[in-house]
């Protein structure tokens, strides 16, 4: 049974329990990051507090914890939990406070860290490709709320999922306001042609991905050219190779997309070298 980590003390999973007047349940008020640890290390922990801690600010959320001291929580509640490998879920919320969305009532930050495990498909999905659709919903515009912010308003995502489900797909595409293509629900996408690949770029509609930035690194050592350029779904049809990027699904590979074939319909060369590179890395220790 995982030990979770709530505000400076362990619970039984069954007894990790917020107030309902948590504004992170009201108003969807916080932020969170998704982390892996390999081996009993964890995967680039520093770019993912540089992260959390970035949003928050962006947010105004005061985080009571130092990112030093939020390392040692992530680091020691692996320990505690007794994994090797694991997906950590840290949360913060604005805290405690009463109905009405002013932010100032809540007085202290809630933070929470779950370490256990995740598997978004099973084997068999890694094998064969992803089959994907172009969801309706498109991603959150810059001039509302950054879409750089990993924050705990995911209803675009979850609807883009929705939609994947509901037309038998595995997962979505999801579009910038104007038509670009952005990222998955919760990964960023690849499309490779001959020996280059390309991504949408960090500026854009998009979560700027630590697996995204670790994998471009990997294809750079390997020789492939990487550009971070905008693209279109016309792109993505016309693919040799299209993937994707997470931390809770790595690197897998799309076989279909909005009913096209991409490339010859399987997981192809490049991909596959792609994740054997990115799971040497991650068992290096990043
Ligand atoms: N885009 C979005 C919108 C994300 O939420 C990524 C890209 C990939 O970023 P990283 O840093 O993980 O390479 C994410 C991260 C899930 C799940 O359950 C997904 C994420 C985080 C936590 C859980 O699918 N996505």
Redesign the pocket.
């Known amino acids: 049974m995982p030990k979770i980590w709530l505000d400076g003390r362990y619970y039984e999973k069954e007894e990790a329990k917020l107030s309902v007047f948590d504004h992170g349940l009201l108003y969807g008020d916080g932020v969170f990051e998704?982390i892996r640890a390999y081996d009993g290390r964890v995967f680039r922990l520093g770019l993912h507090l540089d992260r959390l801690y970035a949003s928050a600010h962006a947010l105004l959320l005061d985080i009571p914890l130092a990112p030093e001291a939020m390392a040692d929580v992530v680091e020691d509640c692996v320990r505690v939990n007794g994994l090797a490998d694991a997906y950590i879920r840290l949360v913060v919320t604005r805290g405690y406070g009463d109905l009405g969305l002013d932010p100032r009532k809540c007085k202290r930050a809630t933070v929470i860290c779950i370490a256990d495990s995740?598997a978004?498909w099973p084997a068999e999905v890694y094998a064969r490709g992803l089959t994907m659709i172009t969801a309706p919903t498109s991603v959150n515009q810059p001039s509302g709320l950054a879409p750089q912010i990993?924050s705990l308003n995911y209803l675009a995502?979850i609807m883009a999922k929705f939609e994947a489900i509901n037309a038998g797909a595995d997962e979505a595409l999801m579009l910038e306001p104007t038509g670009e293509v952005a990222?998955?629900?919760?990964?960023?996408v690849f499309c490779v042609k001959g020996q280059a690949l390309r991504t949408p770029p960090g500026y854009a509609g998009?979560?700027r991905?630590?697996?995204?930035d670790a994998v471009m690194e990997v294809a750079r050592e390997a020789g492939y050219e990487v550009r971070e350029e905008t693209l279109t779904r016309y792109d993505l049809y016309t693919a040799d190779e299209v993937f994707l990027?997470?931390?809770?699904?790595e690197v897998v590979g799309v076989a279909r997309l909005d009913g096209r074939k991409i490339g010859c319909g399987q997981v192809g060369p490049v991909t596959k070298d792609i994740m054997a590179r990115f799971g040497e890395l991650a068992r290096r220790g990043g």
């Open positions: 998704g995740i978004l990993k995502h990222e998955g629900v919760g990964e960023n998009i979560l991905g630590v697996t995204r990027t997470g931390t809770a699904a």
